[in-house]
């Protein structure tokens, strides 16, 4: 059987359909309950949310599922992803979840599972988990006396606060910065604004005021226009958009330019090489990451692993090596040293400590390589079976051949989390890159069947 609850990033889709229903969310808790019990102790759950309207309907699904899979739940409303991670640490919990689509429409939702271990879950275990829920029986489920119990957390915004500034060396601090951070209406709605103003600086915060559908609405990490002009309107010196979840993070510098994941790696890896404290002196990217990015590391004498697309990948590839930076051009950064998964917090700190050590404009910091030109379009295609077509794939194959005589690459891939092909081509020469883009999606338009 193949995967069909889980994508590259957990379960996501639209609210109050298909598996994100209220009746199969319960199930579906049920059954990473029973994956996890592992003994006679008492089993606990930490759930969290993004600020989406359907979280009110998916939290207590899933608490009522999995209080009838004989777990202790543990809630703690809206909080950054990463702030689950942290939390199953910290409380000694067997599960972590966090119900939110990232960067999706408010429409969408999702959930995250994170394991004992504070890391998301390989694919063995989420293929476990979906043969137990399409061979459900409540047979399984342990009797009456040994359900569940459920309550809140009141102080876990307060406990990632200082796991968060426990990442920023107390001899520095924010004094002077005045920065505009946009918290998308998410999950980082008070957090952001809170931990930037304890550290000294004048915070002008935007997407503060979620109403339940204004999620990533023309705003944060997707949608960097309001970020950037309230920059130029405020004469800040930074910028900083996160999304809905807040585990990715984009920067503008005091000219409304922005700075991408790719960049951020740059500073983070330089930083951290130039300390000591950057493992095996080595970062780990994915295929999607600018050739500039990888030339400018091997010019300092660092090494760039690539990974596929996914903060999962990266994850497990820095595991699998023991590495401490990586991250995606997106803006999901993962800094072992800190979390277990991709924190736009932390990873702003980072990048804030870089600006006041340097004193200097942002401008002057941000900007370590010069990207080689770089063209990302999305293609919403309606049969799924798109990439496999043999015209598809024969002007796919005719513009990588024709990229490379030019010096640049191209990379098609289908998206985990949405109905979209995703198209990045790399080159020096525009108009090359441009035409063989323009072919392969006229090809996906002209080939796509419902």
């Given at each position: ?36 019990i ?46 689950i ?28 599972i ?20 399409y061979?459900f ?8 006396e ?19 500034k ?77 999304d ?113 050590q340097?004193?200097?404009p942002?401008?002057?910091?941000f900007?370590?390589?010069t ?28 513009a ?32 090359v890159?441009?035409g ?15």
């Amino acid at each position: 059987m193949g995967r069909r609850i889980f994508g590259t990033d957990g379960v996501r889709g639209r609210a109050n359909e298909g598996f994100l229903s209220s009746y199969n969310l319960v199930r579906l808790a049920q059954s990473i309950g029973l994956e996890f019990i592992n003994g006679a102790h008492r089993h606990l759950v930490v759930i969290g949310k993004d600020t989406r309207l359907s979280g009110y309907m998916v939290e207590p699904a899933l608490t009522s599922g999995f209080i009838s899979a004989g777990f202790d739940v543990v809630l703690v409303g809206p909080m950054p992803t990463p702030g689950i991670g942290m939390l199953v640490r910290s409380l000694r919990a067997d599960l972590g979840i966090m119900i939110s689509a990232s960067h999706n429409p408010s429409y969408d939702n999702g959930i995250k599972i994170f394991g004992p271990d504070g890391y998301k879950l390989p694919d063995v275990v989420e293929k476990s988990i979906e043969k137990r829920f399409y061979e459900f029986s409540e047979d399984d489920l342990p009797p009456a006396e040994k359900l569940g119990h459920a309550k809140r957390l009141d102080d876990a915004l307060g406990r990632y606060i200082e796991h968060v500034k426990t990442s920023f060396e107390k001899d520095i601090r924010l004094d002077g910065l005045k920065i505009v951070i946009d918290c998308a209406h998410g999950a980082a709605y008070k957090i952001a604004p809170t931990i930037l103003w304890e550290l000294g600086a004048e915070v002008i915060p935007i997407g503060i005021n979620p109403d339940g559908n204004n999620i990533n609405q023309d705003c944060g990490a997707t949608n960097t226009v309001a970020m950037r002009e309230a920059v130029l309107a405020h004469q800040a010196h930074v910028g900083i958009s996160l999304d809905g979840d807040g585990d990715r993070v984009i920067f503008s510098d005091e000219k409304g330019q922005i700075v991408d994941g790719d960049q951020i790696l740059a500073m983070i890896g330089t930083l951290w090489s130039k300390q000591g404290r950057l493992s095996d002196n080595t970062v780990v990217a994915t295929v999607m990451s600018n050739l500039g990015l990888e030339q400018y590391f091997q010019k300092q004498g660092i090494t760039m692993l690539r990974t596929d697309v996914g903060d999962r990948y990266v994850i497990e590839a820095m595991r699998a090596k023991n590495l401490n930076v990586g991250g995606e051009q997106s803006g999901h950064i993962i800094l072992r040293d800190y979390g277990t998964t991709g924190d736009g917090l932390v990873a702003m700190l980072q990048v804030l400590r870089l600006l006041v050590q340097e004193k200097k404009p942002a401008s002057h910091v941000f900007h370590v390589f010069t990207p080689i030109l770089q063209i990302v379009n999305n293609y919403q295609y309606r049969s799924k079976e798109l990439l496999q077509n043999p015209k598809v794939q024969e002007s796919i194959a005719h513009a990588e051949v024709t990229l490379k005589k030019a010096g640049g690459r191209l990379l098609v891939r289908r998206s985990g989390t949405e109905p979209l092909i995703r198209l990045m081509a790399e080159c020096e020469d525009r108009r090359v890159m441009e035409g063989m883009i323009h072919y392969v999606m006229e090809t996906l338009a002209g080939e796509d069947h419902a």
